[in-house]
């Protein structure tokens, strides 16, 4: 490993998306992460398209990892993952509040275990409150974050984002807290912590910049402006879609002058931002008529020629080939097994100055469970016992 967290170790207990992929994010910049399933594996695994027991949503946040089998309502599983936490820099879990404390690895034994271990707890509303026992998927905190508020239709109803957004947003949260939190540890010593990250929490600090935009101010509170969402729309253009902006007094002007109508921006009216979004209907029709003049080819050439705020709608199966997208490289193949071959998938988005190790494939389930424990100090006699009595797979 080369990356910035290369000899971090991190034990990835949960599963679903937020969790894993937080995970991976990590153990794609160096970290060694070891995915903990039970016998029944990781529900993702049979999530969308797949071949053997990896789905194509699972590869894509459990790449590069190991993976251990274990069965923790035995004694004997438990065992093994004390002694396997005592290694560990990070502890990573999603599970229901309390999940893990009946289990009796709660924060208070695993840090006695291992004073400089990170634990962090993914839940969806967090460890207590109101609604701590209600079971969370992403659709009930889009809904109770106010992201769903934000996507209203034509009639004013709200909708869902149809991504997971909320899970997205929890794992880039939890990944920065938990590298925010190793960068602690190594200036005050080598003290461990605890980070408690809700769902909840996460998606409505995501959310706030804009979606809640109106709702910020206090004392003496301004006139509340359109909801942001509201001015968001794509255009049609003669063989497609294309999205454009002009937050900016000199983003309109390179826009209309791409389409050859600069005397829209010399329009009193539309000279600044609150005056276009006063006066929409009247400059809109006559971007629109432009826009659907022109092929997303040569929209895009006004484009870049002007500087304007504009890219082509690109259909999910084309993204790959999208020239930015080949030009930044962004698509990569990952080999995996003869069962399962080549794994298109997104590179790791940040780049630094030493370039990371290649991304590796996604574990089978249990497929390390036996190098793993032969790493404790477990030896072949001990692994063939827990093998036998079903505490152990791979």
């Known amino acids: 490993m080369s990356g910035p967290l290369a000899g971090i170790r991190i034990v990835d207990c949960s599963q679903i998306v937020s969790g894993p ?8 910049q160096g970290a060694e992460v070891i995915k903990v399933e039970s016998p ?9 398209p797949r071949k053997a027991d990896l789905s194509s949503m699972f590869i894509a946040v459990n790449r590069g990892k190991q993976g251990l089998c274990l069965d923790l309502k035995s004694p004997d599983g438990i065992a093994v993952l004390e002694t396997l ?48 026992n209600v079971r969370v998927y992403d659709p009930v905190i889009q809904a109770v974050s106010g992201i769903a508020a ?3 239709d034509k009639e004013g109803n709200p909708g869902l984002v149809r991504h997971l957004v909320a899970d997205k947003v929890t794992a880039l949260t939890a990944a920065q807290a938990i590298t925010a939190a190793l960068f602690r540890r190594e200036r005050s010593g080598g003290q461990g912590e605890r980070i408690e990250v809700a769902m909840l929490d996460a998606a409505i600090a995501f959310n706030w910049p804009e979606g809640m935009y109106n709702y910020s101010f206090i004392d003496d509170a301004p006139a509340a402006w359109p909801e942001y969402g509201a001015q968001m729309r794509l255009w049609k253009a003669a063989d497609g879609q294309v999205a454009i902006g002009a937050l900016q007094d000199a983003e309109f002007v390179a826009l209309t002058r791409s389409l050859g109508r600069e ?20 400059w809109a029709p006559q971007v629109s008529a432009e826009i659907a003049r022109r092929s997303r080819a040569e929209l895009m050439e006004g484009f870049v020629e002007q500087g304007a705020v504009g890219g082509p709608v690109v259909h999910l199966a084309d993204v790959p080939n999208d020239a930015q997208v080949q030009h930044n490289g962004i698509c990569i193949e990952v080999a995996h097994s003869d069962a399962v071959g080549r794994v298109r998938q997104a590179r790791p988005p ?11 494939p996604a574990p089978h389930l249990g497929e390390h469970s036996r190098q793993i424990l032969a790493g404790l100090g477990y030896d072949a006699a001990a692994i063939a016992a827990l093998v036998d009595k079903g505490v152990l797979k791979g």
């Open 40 to 48: 029944g594996g990781d529900p993702v695994r049979s999530l969308g």
């Open 150 to 152: 934000s996507q209203v």
């Open 263 to 282: 005397d829209l921006a010399a329009d009193e009216r539309f000279r600044s931002s609150a005056g276009r979004i006063k006066h929409q209907r009247e």
């Open 85 to 132: 936490v005592k290694t560990a820099d990070v502890l990573v879990e999603n599970f229901r509040p309390g999940v893990l404390a009946r289990l009796g690895l709660d924060w208070e034994r695993l840090h006695a275990l291992n004073p400089r271990l990170i634990y962090c707890s993914i839940t969806g509303f967090g460890p207590d409150g109101p609604y701590q």
């Open 350 to 360: 940040a780049r630094f100055g030493q370039p990371l190790d290649p991304v590796g």
């Open 21 to 28: 992929m937080a995970c991976q994010m990590l153990g794609d």
